[in-house]
């Protein structure tokens, strides 16, 4: 079975500080990988993608890949109260089918 | 991106009734999805909404239950079928488009069902 895991939270970090979130993957023929952000009682919006190893930044968000530890991360800087959501990691198969992780609940707190 | 609208928003049903869900995107797509939130979880794809055949549907979800419409490339139904309150969850729709060099999806603003 194809699997995406995240910790659930609550990541509690300080206004202005770097929230890291991680994702792993289980299927190694994995192609694209996706972090969306949902506001509660709000549908998922795409914040960022990516598919080749490294690095790739957006503002203050940089999205992370390591196919070899099947391993995808989001790190957001100068978190802001904004930013507090639920954050879902989606991984695309070679169908590009997404599998969602059970996303990671964020609180920025002023 | 692309502009997706659903209809209705939310709504309030009663055991065994059946409930159609329209989606509908400002553009035309090949892809279209629908997929399920229950409360406090994540998403789970119930199918792909394919034009002018029938559509895929993922283990645990068949047509009986969810019967599923595609009559051209801009628009979707989605039936709830028979209804339980174990269907009770957000129903959302997401279109695949090219963003970039990814086929990206994108997300309409989902059904909120309550089943009594």
């Known amino acids: 079975q194809k699997e995406v895991e995240q910790n659930s939270g609550p990541l509690s970090v300080p206004e202005g500080a770097i929230a890291s979130l991680n994702c792993t993957y289980s299927d190694r023929g994995s192609q694209s990988f996706f972090w969306y952000r949902q506001y509660s009682g709000k549908s998922p919006e795409l914040i960022m993608s990516i598919y080749s190893n490294g690095d790739k930044e957006d503002g203050r968000f940089t999205a992370q890949l390591n196919k070899a530890s099947q391993y995808v991360s989001l790190l957001i800087r100068d978190s802001q109260p904004s930013d507090s959501a639920t954050y879902l990691c989606?991984?695309?198969?070679?169908?590009?089918?997404?599998?969602f992780g059970g996303g990671t609940r964020l609180m920025v707190k002023p | 991106s692309a502009v997706i609208s659903q209809k209705p928003s939310r709504d309030i049903c009663q055991r065994g009734t059946s409930l159609t869900i329209q989606c509908q995107v400002d553009?035309?797509?090949?892809?279209m999805f629908w997929y399920r939130q229950q409360p406090g979880q994540s998403l789970t794809l119930i199918a792909t909404?394919?034009?002018?055949?029938?559509?895929?549907?993922e283990s645990g979800f068949v047509i009986d239950k969810f019967p599923i419409s595609r009559p051209n490339l801009t628009f979707s139904t989605l039936t709830v079928s028979n209804m339980s309150p174990e269907d009770s969850s957000i129903y959302l729709c997401?279109?695949?488009?090219?963003?970039?060099?990814?086929?990206?999806?994108?997300f309409g603003p989902g059904t909120r069902l309550t089943v009594l």
């Open positions: 997401s279109v695949e488009v090219l963003a970039g060099a990814t086929d990206t999806q994108y």
């Open positions: 553009s035309q797509v090949t892809m």
């Open positions: 909404a394919n034009q002018g055949s029938e559509a895929t549907y």
């Open positions: 989606a991984v695309a198969n070679a169908g590009n089918m997404l599998t």
